[in-house]
Structure formats: structure tokens, C-alpha cells
């Protein structure tokens, strides 16, 4: 058979598809903006037929209808490598469990260790030559779809093409089935509002960044508040080496800033993995030769990451202890969304020469009465530690940047102090005393 009489022979409805599925089957749904909607609906149309099926997602944005139709957890349990605000929210109704991971290995863990009786997940269209493209999901997406029983393909004609280093696109040869149908225009993810401190906590970072650096953006308002400020500053020739492409990248290409040009590895091509934000974003990665789509087990290995020569990595976190302990993925035990890359880009970016690694913060915030908690804590209680304080690198806040690289529990108690909110200080001194990791010749 050719390559359309393959795909004929593949084609079913959703309600055909979703038959693969059988009680106590593992189902991945992949990530992002790869969530398989039409198939997940018709999943969850099979409810009263299936028990204890278990789905695994990633910075999905919901609804998904598995989870929605089942809120006692009889015939499908959800679980995300990485949460989503929708997901967060379903973590706290007891409605999906979090899989610890650092994210260059989880192709490594579905490849060495885990079982995919069935894998769904959106592509593009077919092109002439019998391949889907994995677009804003590449990342993850082949390696998934490599150790399933079953690959069950939804193809939504909204994604873009995204040109891919590797493991980009599946041929049809190696489809079970595919499924066709109508999708809503892909979710968009406008840029969060910055607040005076993001802006703050930006101006502070951008003269450690010199003209040539590759950047890495994490997820938020501060990072793209940087590249805002990136767009307007005299620097020329950025990179970008980045887990997640968002918005920011965009901007700082129309601004001219962008070119990849100065990159030790990968020259004149802008790296990523995942691809989330707005609709002008889909379209400036959609067939463009200046952005490669590649695993994530490459473009997040530190050791990829070390060769580009003065790396920036920029990440958010929510907490962090007086020892230089930093935590990104929840709020004492509640969990907010997860390790992700910022590990992998905190250890590559300290690899790299003339390299820097940056995690930042708001030094406080108000809780839902108001009242103001800091967030640098004496010691974590419960709070999930998303970076060591081995590899501590700098540390940011509106109040200044401080590095934590080869400093003693004192030194670190006093740097950390130094840029906490001014009305925690005193209070954190004490604490650092009653710890013994404050020297009384220090500065108060």
C-alpha cells in the first residue's frame, strides 16, 4: 500500500479508536497543546466499561474529560510530569498526582522503566511523505510514542510544523490509528502582568547579560519582563537554547535581537523543546528554519547546555531556606507544578564558560488575607526542594542579587538576609542565630 492507502486503512472515529483501551492499561496523553481532546472525550464516553486505567499528562490545560466525568477515581486516575494551573487545581481535589522527575529524563524513564499500552496524541497533518510532524511537543512526544503497544494519532489541523534536529516526526508505517476531526484554535497564553518587583528583579539581571548570550526563559511574568527589557537594551546577537519557547523569544526577534548568530553549537538555529503562548507565536515557529524542535533528553542535558558558551539561565522559583535551598514546585505539601528543566539549566548554565545561572523571586507575598509572609524562610517544612543547596547559583529578589557559589551556611544566612523583605529581617537573624549559621560580626 502507499501512504494514503495506509492512512485510509488507519482512519477511525474517536469511539472506534479509544477501543484499544482496556481495564488497568496505562494511557499517555503526551503534553501541552499535543493533548488528544477528540479522544479523550470519547475515553471518557467509555467510563462505565473500563476501571483503573491510567493516564499520565503534562502541562495539560484541561477540561480533560477523563478526570471530569470520574471525581471518585474508579475508572481512570490522572497523573502530570509537570502541572498546569488546571492541573494544580485537580491536585488539590485529590484529582491528579504529581511524578517527581527532572525533565531530561523522562523519555529515559518511559524507555527503561515504564509501561504505555496506549499513546494518544495530536500532530499535524500528514505531509507526501507519510510523516505527522510533533510540533509544540517534541520534546517528549517520539520517545513516548516509541514504547507504546498502541500509537493512536489525532491530528489537529491547527499545530504548527515545527522543524526538528530529531525525533520530530512519526511515519505512518509505525501509526495503529488515526483519528480526524474539528479543534477548537489552540489555547493561548497571554504574558502575565509584571509587578514592580518583577520589574525590579529584571533590571537587576540584565547587566549580567553580555551581547551573545544564549538565553533560557522559564514560565512567567519576571522572565518575560527580562526579555522586554532585553528587546530595549543595546545588546545584539542573543541565542536561544531554551526547554520552553514562549513569547518573549518572539519579541526579542522582532526587536532584532535574536539572531542566533554567536552560538558555540547549533549556529544561526534557536533550540527548543516545548512550544507555548500566543497565536503570533505559532505562526513565527510554524515552518520557520531558524527554530529546531528536539528531545528534551538533548536540549536539556547539561552537558549540551555547557557547550554554548555564556549560557543565562533565568528560572522563578516560590520559596527559599536561609542554607541556599530552593523550592519551585509547591507550597509546604501542596503542590504547585513541578522540577521541570530549572535543575538540568542550573547545572548546565554553571558548566558553561562565562555562564550564569539566575533563580528568582518576589522577597514576599500577600497571603489570601492579606497578610504579607516572606519568602525566605529559616529552613523549608515540608516544602518540596527543587534545587540543592550544592549547586546554588545566584539568587534574586527586588532587593538585589546575591551568589551563593562556594559560601559557608553563615555566608549564606547574610546574602540571603541582605535581599529578604525588610520586614523579615531581624526575625530571620534570629532564626539564623538560633541555627547557628549566623556570626555576630555579621552586618545587620
Known amino acids: 500500500m502507499n501512504i494514503y492507502e495506509q492512512y485510509r486503512s488507519k482512519l477511525r472515529t474517536p469511539d472506534e479508536a479509544v477501543q484499544a483501551v482496556k481495564s488497568g492499561d496505562w494511557v499517555d496523553y503526551t503534553a501541552t497543546l499535543s493533548y488528544p481532546a477528540l479522544l479523550d472525550e470519547a475515553l471518557a464516553r467509555r467510563k462505565d466499561g473500563l476501571r483503573d486505567v491510567k493516564i499520565r499528562g503534562n502541562l495539560i490545560f484541561g477540561p480533560i474529560h477523563v478526570v471530569e466525568c470520574d471525581p471518585e477515581r474508579e475508572h481512570f486516575i490522572y497523573n502530570s510530569w509537570h502541572c498546569s494551573a488546571y492541573e494544580r487545581k485537580l491536585c488539590d481535589k485529590g484529582l491528579c498526582n504529581y511524578i517527581p522527575m527532572v525533565f531530561r529524563n523522562v523519555v529515559p524513564y518511559?524507555?527503561?522503566?515504564?509501561?504505555?499500552?496506549?499513546?494518544?496524541?495530536?500532530?499535524?497533518?500528514?505531509?507526501?511523505?507519510?510523516?505527522?510532524?510533533?510540533?509544540?511537543?517534541?520534546?517528549?512526544?517520539?520517545?513516548i510514542l516509541e514504547k507504546a503497544d498502541v500509537v493512536i494519532l489525532e491530528v489537529n489541523e491547527n499545530l504548527p510544523r515545527v522543524y526538528g534536529g530529531f525525533d520530530e516526526v512519526i511515519h505512518i508505517s509505525d501509526v495503529d490509528y488515526i483519528v480526524e476531526?474539528?479543534?477548537?484554535?489552540?489555547?493561548?497564553?497571554?504574558?502575565?502582568?509584571?509587578?514592580?518587583?518583577?520589574?525590579?528583579?529584571?533590571?537587576?539581571?540584565?547587566?549580567?547579560?553580555?551581547?551573545g548570550a544564549t538565553l533560557q526563559l522559564g514560565i512567567g511574568a519576571m522572565p518575560n519582563v527580562v526579555g522586554t527589557l532585553l528587546a530595549?537594551?543595546?545588546?545584539?546577537?542573543?541565542?536561544?537554547?531554551?526547554?520552553?519557547?514562549?513569547?518573549?523569544?518572539?519579541?526579542?526577534f522582532k526587536a532584532g535581537k535574536l539572531t542566533n548568530a554567536q552560538k558555540t553549537i547549533h549556529r544561526h538555529k534557536g533550540m527548543t523543546g516545548i512550544i507555548i503562548g500566543s497565536q503570533k507565536l505559532y505562526e513565527w515557529v510554524d515552518q520557520n528554519p531558524g527554530i529546531v524542535a528536539a528531545p528534551l533528553e538533548y536540549i536539556n542535558a547539561p552537558e549540551t547546555i555547557g557547550r554554548l558558551d555564556n549560557m543565562i539561565s533565568i528560572n522563578s522559583c516560590i520559596s527559599m531556606d536561609l542554607y541556599g535551598q530552593v523550592c519551585a514546585e509547591s507550597a509546604e505539601l501542596r503542590h504547585i507544578s513541578g522540577t521541570g528543566g530549572q535543575l538540568d539549566y542550573l547545572t548546565g548554565a554553571a558548566m558553561s564558560a562565562g555562564g550564569k545561572a539566575f533563580v528568582c523571586m518576589t522577597s514576599s507575598f500577600k497571603d489570601k488575607n492579606g497578610v504579607r509572609k516572606s519568602r525566605i524562610l529559616p529552613h523549608f517544612r515540608g516544602d518540596i526542594v527543587t534545587d540543592p543547596r550544592s549547586q546554588a547559583y545566584y539568587l534574586v529578589t527586588e532587593y538585589g542579587a546575591v551568589n551563593l557559589t562556594g559560601r559557608s551556611t553563615w555566608e549564606r544566612a547574610e546574602l540571603?538576609?541582605?535581599?529578604?523583605?525588610?520586614?523579615?529581617?531581624?526575625?530571620?537573624?534570629s532564626a539564623a542565630e538560633k541555627q547557628k549559621i549566623w556570626r555576630k560580626s555579621n552586618k545587620r
Open 110 to 143: 518511559y524507555r527503561h522503566f515504564l509501561t504505555v499500552n496506549v499513546a494518544m496524541m495530536c500532530v499535524t497533518p500528514m505531509d507526501k511523505h507519510g510523516y505527522f510532524n510533533l510540533s509544540t511537543a517534541t520534546g517528549v512526544g517520539r520517545g
Open 416 to 429: 540571603l538576609i541582605a535581599i529578604a523583605h525588610p520586614d523579615f529581617r531581624e526575625e530571620l537573624i
Open 181 to 211: 476531526g474539528t479543534h477548537q484554535p489552540l489555547r493561548q497564553f497571554p504574558v502575565a502582568q509584571a509587578t514592580e518587583e518583577d520589574i525590579k528583579i529584571a533590571e537587576i539581571i540584565v547587566p549580567y547579560i553580555p551581547s
Open 232 to 252: 530595549e537594551s543595546d545588546l545584539k546577537d542573543l541565542g536561544m537554547h531554551t526547554e520552553l519557547c514562549g513569547d518573549a523569544y518572539y519579541e526579542l
